[in-house]
């Protein structure tokens, strides 16, 4: 059948002429006459021009045309061509607002529908009664005028050279973050800024999927790339919301596992691809993409959680084993940690074990303390579940948990947080500013609150999230000093014109309100070098609010005077003495970390003068010193067994020092014996650890002794039962050597030995006192009762009343 010639006066269909009747919305339009199609479809020939076949040679290298209309396909109109400068600003990925373009709208005479599908051959719309072939506009867009009165429901079939996928359209959907957490994140006040931030899978308007989102206020556009679309972002702009810096894009389909960047065009015009701020898991390093992921541990340590706070912190045993997780048993991960790491730190009785940094970082060698990822576990070892089970695993043995944070610098890799979106935006403007003098790496802008805000929430993320029960939070000092490390002109002073930092300490001290206020029986620690008053003082009485403080003081002194040959230090007996002057002035830990046994400062025993006999009874009553000194303990992985050699991160400890069949093990395992009887007698020994804090929990007996090389001293619980600490710093016995002791109640009472570093089983010479010590009224140290003692050399001994 032949079509009727209209007349020359009937106007050429376009968008803006009146509409054909729309049939109800997803309903078929009318059927058209066998071999015709309905006006406007993608098959239709124009309406005043007859069909008339092509020569051969016109269809070569064409398209070929689009097959015939199957019933119950709409007509699809050609749609009003975009603006050019929004076509321009789409494909630079520079629109703030993509979803106004594309997806479907409202439009005269139907609805519009666009899409951007870069490479695909063609695209369809499909729905309920709908089928309709989109026209291809160049440059991967398409787009059609449909005749309908109401957005329909609807999903796109894409076709490519050698496939067709059936998806979901991104841009059918309403934003996916809520006006509050908008109004949180501007006011720089999200708490759980992990839950509007980064990617996180969800269902949204019935539809699985994933939600991405980044602040980016500077950005001209962003978009997201990645294993799904080929690491083409072209066709998955974000959109801007509002004045908030935040883009977001819900894409369906996406779901754990998917590998992404995002892809941001800069003020300038330029792109960068970037690692996203908030992701929850990254790929194992050296590949720096981020990855869509979701919690499923279930955890099984609520008997911990509700009990860990039961007792502060301060008045409470607190003996901390330092660990780097890649090197402690070096290939192991996380869950296969976790069958061994619980029992060893049991076996050894520390109350608490201190993970140094587990968050991403791109370089093994800076120990994590360089962070590229601040809400994902190091992926080298596992996942984020998998490490949820080390943590669930370590409570479980009744081993609390704490993990090294970072919040002073991050590196400056052009993949990750420098210049995020093209200007500084984590690091402070002013370049001599942001520059770290020591590490090369930049300094966070603690004045920006969305900054704060994502340190804030990072530090309770790990608590909340993880279970973590304390942060130690590292270079504390070069955040809170403006010279720090800088010479006479290279910083300016703050307002006031001094050389404090009053964004850090701001900083600092919300940091600790929030994460105290939300995660009770927390604790947090501060790397603190200076003499900065107030580090562990709350923050409502104008201190940092801290609860433990290192006391890098103590460290220093101790190792030096340790270091000395014995008949050097009697000249050097203040520097075993001088932390009691300000003992109480912040709640301290004593430190022998791993930055005490790198870098040439050798090993713990190493440390120690003499014969190799000599160097292990150095370092045991150094322990015996350092356990009952006021104050918590923390000693580092290796430390434990007296291993001679410095840590290094490529093998870690060197566990064949503790094989039966090397011949020094029994010199190595007498050590390690040795500071698991310290952590059980000072477990069950109050008086070395409820009152820590406070003067009345410590006396002096014998203080002054230089030339003997003694420091006695007694430590008192909360009721007043006494322990004696005696050590001889010198290769000698000290026979009857008589010490002042307070009169005890009761009848009868003596003194037993609890504790004696140079017992036989340590490898010690075993001069001990196997029986009990009567007390005798001989007047010493002013006191009316005195024990007379004999000292084992290099040793510390501890008694008390039974």
Same mark, same amino acid.
């Given at each position: 059948?032949?079509?009727?010639?209209?007349?020359?006066?009937?106007? @050429?269909?376009?968008?803006?002429?009146?509409?054909?009747?729309?049939?109800?919305? $997803?309903?078929?339009?009318?059927?058209?006459?066998?071999?015709?199609?309905?006006?406007?479809?993608?098959?239709?020939?124009?309406?005043?021009?007859?069909?008339?076949?092509?020569?051969?040679?016109?269809?070569?290298?064409?398209?070929?045309?689009?097959?015939?209309?199957?019933?119950?396909?709409?007509?699809?109109?050609?749609?009003?061509?975009?603006?050019?400068?929004?076509?321009?600003?789409?494909?630079?990925?520079?629109?703030?607002?993509?979803?106004?373009?594309?997806?479907?709208?409202?439009?005269?005479? !139907?609805?519009?529908?666009?899409?951007?599908?870069?490479?695909?051959?063609?695209?369809?719309?499909?729905?309920?009664?709908?089928?309709?072939?989109?026209?291809?506009?160049?440059?991967?867009?398409?787009?059609?005028?449909?005749?309908?009165?109401?957005?329909?429901?609807?999903?796109?079939?894409?076709?490519?050279?050698?496939?067709?996928?059936?998806?979901?359209?991104?841009?059918?959907?309403?934003?996916?973050?809520?006006?509050?957490?908008?109004?949180?994140?501007?006011?720089?006040?999200?708490?759980?800024?992990?839950?509007?931030?980064?990617?996180?899978?969800?269902?949204?308007?019935?539809?699985?999927?994933?939600?991405?989102?980044?602040?980016?206020?500077?950005?001209?556009?962003?978009?997201?790339?990645?294993?799904?679309?080929?690491?083409?972002?072209?066709?998955?702009?974000?959109?801007?919301?509002?004045?908030?810096?935040?883009?977001?894009?819900?894409?369906? $389909?996406?779901?754990?596992?998917?590998?992404?960047?995002?892809?941001?065009?800069?003020?300038?015009?330029?792109?960068?691809?970037?690692?996203?701020?908030?992701?929850?898991?990254?790929?194992?390093?050296?590949?720096?993409?981020?990855?869509?992921?979701?919690?499923?541990?279930?955890?099984?340590?609520?008997?911990?959680?509700?009990?860990?706070?039961?007792?502060?912190?301060?008045?409470?045993?607190?003996?901390?084993?330092?660990?780097?997780?890649?090197?402690?048993?070096?290939?192991?991960?996380?869950?296969?940690?976790?069958?061994?790491?619980?029992?060893?730190?049991?076996?050894?009785?520390?109350?608490?074990?201190?993970?140094?940094?587990?968050?991403?970082?791109?370089?093994? !060698?800076?120990?994590?303390?360089?962070?590229? $990822?601040?809400?994902?576990?190091?992926?080298?070892?596992?996942?984020?579940?998998?490490?949820?089970?080390?943590?669930?695993?370590?409570?479980?043995?009744?081993?609390?948990?704490?993990?090294?944070?970072?919040?002073?610098?991050?590196?400056?890799?052009?993949?990750?947080?420098?210049?995020?979106?093209?200007?500084?935006?984590?690091?402070?403007?002013?370049?001599?500013?942001?520059?770290?003098?020591?590490?090369?790496?930049?300094?966070?802008?603690?004045?920006?609150?969305?900054?704060?805000?994502?340190?804030?929430?990072?530090?309770?993320?790990?608590?909340?999230?993880?279970?973590?029960?304390?942060?130690?939070?590292?270079?504390?000092?070069?955040?809170?000093?403006?010279?720090?490390?800088?010479?006479?002109?290279?910083?300016?002073?703050?307002?006031?014109?001094?050389?404090?930092?009053?964004? @850090?300490? @701001?900083?600092?001290?919300?940091?600790?309100?929030?994460?105290?206020?939300?995660?009770?029986?927390?604790?947090?620690?501060?790397?603190?070098?200076?003499?900065?008053?107030?580090?562990?003082?709350?923050?409502?009485?104008?201190?940092?609010?801290?609860?433990?403080?290192?006391?890098?003081?103590?460290?220093?002194?101790?190792?030096?005077?340790?270091?000395?040959?014995?008949?050097?230090?009697?000249?050097?007996?203040?520097?075993?003495?001088?932390?009691?002057?300000?003992?109480?002035?912040?709640?301290?830990?004593?430190?022998?970390?791993?930055?005490?046994?790198?870098?040439?400062?050798?090993?713990?025993?190493?440390?120690?003068?003499?014969?190799?006999?000599?160097?292990?009874?150095?370092?045991? @009553?150094?322990?015996?010193?350092?356990?009952?000194?006021?104050?918590?303990?923390?000693?580092?992985?290796?430390?434990?067994?007296?291993?001679?050699?410095?840590?290094?991160?490529?093998?870690?400890?060197?566990?064949?020092?503790?094989?039966?069949?090397?011949?020094?093990?029994?010199?190595?395992?007498?050590?390690?014996?040795?500071?698991?009887?310290?952590?059980?007698?000072?477990?069950?020994?109050?008086?070395?650890?409820?009152?820590?804090?406070?003067?009345?929990?410590?006396?002096?007996?014998?203080?002054?002794?230089?030339?003997?090389?003694?420091?006695?001293?007694?430590?008192?619980?909360?009721? !007043?039962?006494?322990?004696?600490?005696?050590?001889?710093?010198?290769?000698?016995?000290?026979?009857?050597?008589?010490?002042?002791?307070?009169?005890?109640?009761?009848?009868?009472?003596?003194?037993?030995?609890?504790?004696?570093?140079?017992?036989?089983?340590?490898?010690?010479?075993?001069?001990?006192?196997?029986?009990?010590?009567?007390?005798?009224?001989?007047?010493?140290?002013?006191?009316?009762?005195?024990?007379?003692?004999?000292?084992?050399?290099?040793?510390?001994?501890?008694?008390?009343?039974?």
């Amino acid at each position: 059948m032949t079509a009727r010639k209209p007349s020359r006066k009937t106007p @050429a269909p376009t968008d803006a002429a009146p509409p054909p009747p729309l049939p109800p919305a $997803g309903t078929a339009p009318p059927r058209a006459p066998a071999g015709t199609a309905p006006p406007g479809s993608p098959t239709a020939e124009p309406a005043a021009r007859p069909r008339r076949k092509k020569p051969a040679a016109a269809h070569a290298g064409a398209e070929p045309p689009h097959p015939r209309q199957e019933p119950g396909t709409h007509g699809v109109r050609p749609a009003l061509p975009l603006d050019p400068d929004d076509r321009a600003r789409l494909l630079a990925g520079a629109h703030h607002a993509p979803h106004d373009l594309l997806g479907a709208h409202p439009a005269r005479g !139907g609805v519009v529908l666009r899409v951007l599908r870069p490479y695909a051959r063609g695209v369809t719309v499909l729905g309920k009664g709908l089928r309709a072939r989109l026209h291809d506009d160049g440059d991967g867009f398409f787009s059609g005028l449909l005749p309908m009165s109401a957005l329909p429901e609807y999903r796109l079939l894409v076709g490519y050279e050698d496939t067709e996928i059936e998806t979901q359209d991104p841009y059918r959907f309403l934003p996916a973050l809520g006006e509050f957490d908008l109004h949180l994140i501007g006011e720089g006040r999200h708490e759980e800024l992990w839950t509007a931030l980064g990617a996180r899978p969800m269902e949204h308007q019935g539809v699985a999927g994933t939600r991405f989102t980044v602040w980016a206020p500077d950005a001209r556009g962003v978009r997201v790339a990645g294993d799904f679309n080929y690491w083409d972002g072209t066709g998955f702009p974000m959109r801007s919301l509002g004045s908030s810096g935040v883009w977001e894009l819900f894409l369906p $389909g996406i779901g754990e596992g998917a590998l992404y960047k995002f892809d941001i065009c800069r003020p300038d015009g330029s792109h960068t691809v970037r690692a996203d701020p908030m992701a929850r898991r990254a790929e194992v390093p050296p590949s720096t993409a981020s990855v869509v992921t979701d919690r499923h541990h279930v955890w099984q340590d609520g008997e911990w959680m509700a009990h860990r706070g039961d007792v502060p912190v301060h008045e409470a045993p607190f003996s901390v084993y330092e660990v780097h997780l890649p090197s402690w048993r070096p290939g192991l991960t996380y869950r296969q940690l976790a069958s061994q790491l619980p029992a060893y730190v049991k076996e050894l009785g520390f109350t608490h074990v201190e993970l140094m940094p587990v968050a991403e970082h791109p370089f093994g !060698g800076s120990w994590g303390y360089q962070v590229t $990822g601040f809400y994902a576990p190091t992926s080298r070892l596992g996942s984020p579940d998998d490490f949820r089970f080390l943590v669930d695993s370590l409570h479980r043995a009744g081993i609390g948990v704490l993990m090294d944070w970072v919040p002073a610098h991050f590196p400056r890799d052009d993949w990750a947080l420098a210049e995020f979106d093209g200007r500084p935006l984590y690091e402070h403007p002013d370049p001599a500013r942001a520059a770290h003098p020591d590490w090369g790496t930049l300094e966070f802008d603690y004045g920006r609150k969305e900054v704060r805000n994502f340190l804030v929430s990072n530090a309770t993320y790990w608590c909340e999230e993880f279970h973590v029960d304390g942060l130690r939070v590292d270079a504390v000092a070069s955040m809170l000093y403006l010279d720090y490390s800088r010479e006479d002109g290279q910083w300016t002073p703050n307002e006031h014109g001094g050389r404090e930092n009053p964004d @850090a300490v @701001a900083f600092l001290q919300e940091m600790n309100a929030t994460v105290y206020r939300r995660n009770p029986g927390v604790v947090t620690i501060a790397e603190e070098s200076t003499a900065w008053d107030g580090v562990t003082r709350p923050t409502d009485s104008g201190g940092l609010g801290f609860g433990l403080k290192w006391n890098m003081g103590w460290m220093h002194d101790s190792l030096q005077y340790m270091a000395k040959e014995p008949v050097h230090r009697k000249y050097h007996h203040h520097e075993m003495t001088f932390s009691m002057v300000y003992a109480y002035s912040e709640n301290y830990v004593l430190p022998i970390s791993h930055d005490e046994v790198v870098h040439g400062k050798q090993a713990l025993v190493s440390k120690m003068p003499g014969d190799w006999w000599q160097q292990r009874a150095n370092h045991r @009553a150094y322990l015996g010193f350092m356990w009952a000194h006021p104050g918590k303990q923390l000693l580092f992985m290796g430390q434990e067994f007296a291993q001679g050699a410095e840590w290094s991160e490529g093998h870690g400890p060197d566990w064949w020092l503790l094989d039966p069949s090397y011949g020094a093990e029994a010199d190595h395992r007498g050590v390690r014996t040795l500071v698991g009887d310290l952590n059980a007698v000072y477990a069950a020994t109050p008086a070395l650890w409820q009152r820590d804090t406070v003067p009345e929990g410590f006396d002096w007996v014998d203080g002054g002794a230089a030339e003997d090389n003694v420091l006695a001293f007694l430590r008192f619980d909360a009721q !007043g039962s006494p322990l004696l600490a005696v050590s001889n710093f010198s290769p000698v016995v000290r026979h009857a050597y008589r010490l002042g002791v307070p009169t005890v109640p009761g009848d009868r009472v003596v003194w037993a030995e609890v504790l004696n570093t140079d017992a036989a089983r340590y490898g010690g010479g075993d001069v001990c006192h196997p029986g009990p010590l009567e007390p005798e009224a001989v007047p010493a140290h002013g006191r009316n009762a005195s024990l007379s003692l004999t000292l084992p050399p290099l040793a510390t001994v501890w008694l008390r009343p039974v």
